[in-house]
């Protein structure tokens, strides 16, 4: 008898999309992060194509590095410095909260508000009751302290495109919020609607019908914009919102 050969890592949909210069600079770039794309490589379960080792092949610098990160589902802007004393230079500016990064995203229904701002602390929820995914981040009294500026900038069919401005960096920061405010994340896995649905995609990776189920394959968080002071101005770099996410908001009636 034939020994079981071992698991086939689960399927991850393909990148349509490749990365591209926004702002070129000296000292850094401002890059056009696609959805399904790492910041970074990652030692991973499959091979998963990454902005910096695709830009730093594209340009043969090999001092780039990113001195912020955006997951693998979420596009927009994303900056690579070119040399140590830049990348230097962006360690003080995130440590002194001097870059402002403003995200868009497409969630499930229509608050009552025009802006928001939640001030509410976030930290591991724990495995147990309704939660089985350990990563998870909630509001919890003894978490870290958080808070996000919130615009609604249109509504539609039951849905808002909502615009997002974190003025801390926690994790999974802007989706737990949205989560918290009733407003589930368009294809977020983890804290949209379906509270089973990553553990089936851990399970058989992003199928045909998992993304009917979610109506994306990822989730709708894009990184619109982001400034901060650099050598005496203001840098600002905007990114519009990537395609799939222009295209599922396009696809919705216009109605409220």
């Given at each position: ?119 509410a602390p976030l930290g591991d929820l724990g495995l147990g009751g309704a939660n089985r995914v350990s990563i ?109 996410l222009q295209a599922y908001w396009d696809a919705l009636p216009d109605t409220p």
């Open positions: 008898m034939t020994a079981p050969g071992p698991a086939r890592p689960a399927p991850l949909l393909p990148p349509t999309e490749r990365p591209r210069v926004i702002l070129e600079h000296p000292d850094f770039y401002v890059v056009h992060k696609p959805a399904l794309w790492l910041t970074h490589p990652v030692r991973a379960r499959v091979e998963v194509p990454d902005l910096l080792t695709f830009m730093q092949r594209t340009t043969g610098e090999a001092d780039l590095a990113p001195p912020h990160r955006l997951d693998r589902e979420t596009s927009g802007a994303q900056v690579l410095t070119r040399d140590r004393e830049a990348a230097q230079r962006f360690f003080t500016l995130f440590k002194t909260h001097l870059v402002g990064k403003t995200y868009l995203s497409i969630v499930h229904g229509t608050p009552d508000w025009e802006r928001r701002t939640l001030d998870r981040q909630g509001v919890v009294p003894d978490g870290r302290p958080a808070v996000t500026d919130f615009r609604v900038v249109a509504r539609r069919a039951g849905h808002a495109l909502i615009e997002a401005y974190p003025r801390s960096g926690r994790l999974h920061q802007i989706r737990a919020h949205l989560s918290h405010l009733g407003l589930p994340m368009v294809g977020d896995k983890i804290y949209g609607r379906d509270p089973g649905v990553f553990l089936t995609f851990m399970e058989t990776g992003q199928t045909p019908e998992l993304t009917a189920r979610l109506g994306l394959a990822r989730q709708a968080l894009h990184a619109a914009r982001i400034a901060f002071p650099w050598a005496g101005t203001q840098v600002v770099a905007e990114v519009p919102l990537a395609p799939d």
